[in-house]
């Protein structure tokens, strides 16, 4: 696809230790030494390709550089000047102008270099006038599959402290990723890491506590700042780790990488598309054979019944029943709203012993899956009924494998496992099926990537129908949905899986009924049941 370069929003920042002008008819941007750290940003105004120079204090005091005519020139290992010619109106004076630019490490004197001639590379084949006068410039493949509006929340959302936070309390999460890196010293010691999506950088101080040689935080949203201020108060560490602003599908790093480590997880495994991006650094930096922190991601399945959570979710279409609101028939819309509130999937921690059947398993191979096989995903299923009951729908969940030399660790967001910010989800159908124990469930999950970092997801199940002429196989009940992942329903208020307390003495429920009473905590052989499951779809639960 083809734009011009007003179109494209790209835009990489660095943060410098010092600059300051090498010519008087430059702004005078910094005339000694300051305590302020100074910024350098490559961006893009109305079609030209431009490097800005100025003070974090200071942002409208400002010196723009062309790229097509700058040039960089390296003094030292953390410092440099770049030189371009001057504008028109001040050619009489002088012809060239000149920065001189003080890094804070050598790394970031790499990176920036290295950033510098790619830019300029771009800017000059840009620069190439077609027979029709136009610019030529192709979008990143971030921008060309985005929607700016949806790219625009997204960043702006991982931008701010409290949702870094949210995700910082999840101690499943943040402590299994710290035991998955310490236990695996020997991986990450004296090894070039790059962190994709760095966020606060958190997992960048984990990888230098093993060892790391270098650190590159790559993350795009305002976050980098507040991870360049924590990575600088912890000076021990903050020597071997880099912060570059920036999408990994655009920046340019001075070397590449033995390691990868990200949290690209969203719900269900795959929801914000963040996979892509983690798949794409991979072909881009990473050497071969290097190691990929998570290495393997898997989304269990299995059908549910849930009566309880089926007639909530129904009786929230009864408002549009009404026959007389305020003088108005509102039943005309009934229908919609009904399948409106089934179309949203439902995030919350379950009970496992609403499962119907053992769980099925999907495998997606960070270290070899290509960026294309993640925009549809289609998966059969083929489940045995193991109790007599309405389905009403699919759960799932997910887990992650950091494949160490030393230890291998699971991820698990699993039902009845300690409860994560991911929770589970549930597709639930607004038509329920029966089965009776033993009976075959199949059907299909197909997951297609739209332009606002999400998915749409198809789901049918189907059953034979017991009775005569059912051994004729023809006659099928089947039941299916249309569910957006990116709207779902947050249904917080449940019982959690910290609810979940293991009673010796409980008895379990052999059949799920009406759910007239809150769900209640397993014992030791539904825990083991579950454990069971998820072992003969090929799970070692960590």
């Not at 371009?84 to 050619?91: G, P, V």
């Not at 990473?286 to 849930?306: E, K, Q, T, W």
């Not at 009904?338 to 439902?346: K, L, N, R």
């Not at 208020?493 to 009406?514: E, F, I, R």
Request: with cysteine.
């Amino acid at each position: 696809m083809e734009a011009s370069l007003g179109q494209i929003s790209k835009q990489m920042e660095f943060t410098l230790d010092y600059i300051s002008p090498l010519s008087p008819s430059a702004p005078s941007i910094a005339s000694s030494h300051s305590s302020h750290p100074a910024v350098a940003r490559f961006t893009i105004d109305s079609g030209v390709a431009q490097l800005n120079f100025c003070l974090k204090s200071e942002s409208l005091n400002s010196t723009n550089v062309d790229m097509q005519t700058a040039q960089l020139f390296k003094l030292s290992p953390v410092e440099s000047v770049c030189m371009c010619e001057a504008s028109e109106s001040s050619k009489v004076d002088s012809f060239s102008r000149g920065i001189f630019i003080r890094f804070r490490k050598e790394h970031e004197s790499k990176a920036f270099h290295c950033a510098f001639e790619k830019w300029k590379k771009d800017a000059v084949a840009q620069g190439t006038s077609l027979p029709n006068g136009t610019i030529s410039a192709s979008k990143s493949k971030f921008d060309s599959k985005i929607e700016a509006s949806s790219a625009k929340m997204y960043f702006h959302y991982y931008g701010q402290l409290l949702h870094q936070q949210n995700m910082l309390q999840d101690y499943v999460r943040t402590g299994t990723y710290y035991a998955a890196v310490i236990e695996n010293r020997v991986d990450f010691f004296d090894r070039v890491v790059v962190d994709v999506g760095a966020g606060s950088g958190i997992l960048s101080l984990f990888a230098a506590q093993a060892g790391a040689k270098h650190v590159y935080a790559v993350e795009a949203s305002e976050m980098a700042e507040y991870a360049q201020k924590l990575i600088e108060g912890n000076p021990y560490l903050s020597q071997r780790i880099t912060v570059i602003k920036g999408k990994v599908e655009e920046v340019e790093l001075p070397e590449k990488a033995d390691i990868l480590i990200s949290e690209p997880m969203g719900t269900l495994l795959l929801n914000e598309r963040m996979l892509e991006s983690y798949v794409i650094a991979r072909d881009r930096f990473l050497v071969p054979n290097g190691r990929m922190f998570p290495a393997v991601g898997r989304i269990h399945m299995a059908p549910f019944s849930d009566e309880y959570l089926y007639v909530e979710i129904a009786n929230k279409a009864l408002f549009w029943q009404q026959q007389n609101y305020f003088g108005v028939d509102l039943t005309p819309l009934h229908g919609s709203a009904f399948h409106g509130y089934f179309s949203q999937p439902v995030v919350d921690a379950f009970d496992p012993r609403i499962l119907v059947s053992p769980a099925a398993s999907h495998v997606i191979d960070f270290t070899s899956i290509k960026e294309e096989q993640l925009y549809e995903i289609d998966i059969p299923l083929q489940f045995t009924a193991s109790m007599g009951t309405r389905v009403h729908g699919l759960a799932c969940w997910f887990d992650v494998l950091f494949n160490g030399s030393s230890v291998q660790r699971w991820l698990t967001t699993a039902p009845g496992a300690p409860t994560t910010h991911w929770y589970q989800l549930r597709c639930v159908l607004s038509q329920p099926i029966y089965v009776m124990a033993g009976q075959e469930i199949s059907g299909r999950l197909r997951m297609v990537a739209h332009n606002a970092q999400s998915y749409t997801i198809d789901l049918t199940l189907s059953a034979k129908m017991w009775g005569p002429g059912a051994e004729q196989g023809g006659i099928l009940q089947t039941t299916s949905g249309k569910l957006e992942l990116k709207e779902p329903y947050y249904r917080m208020s449940q019982p959690q899986a910290q609810a979940y307390t293991l009673a010796q003495d409980q008895q379990p429920n052999p059949l799920m009924q009406v759910q007239d009473i809150p769900i209640q905590s397993p014992d030791a052989e539904s825990a083991g049941l579950l454990e069971q499951h998820l072992q003969n779809a090929g799970a070692d639960l960590p």
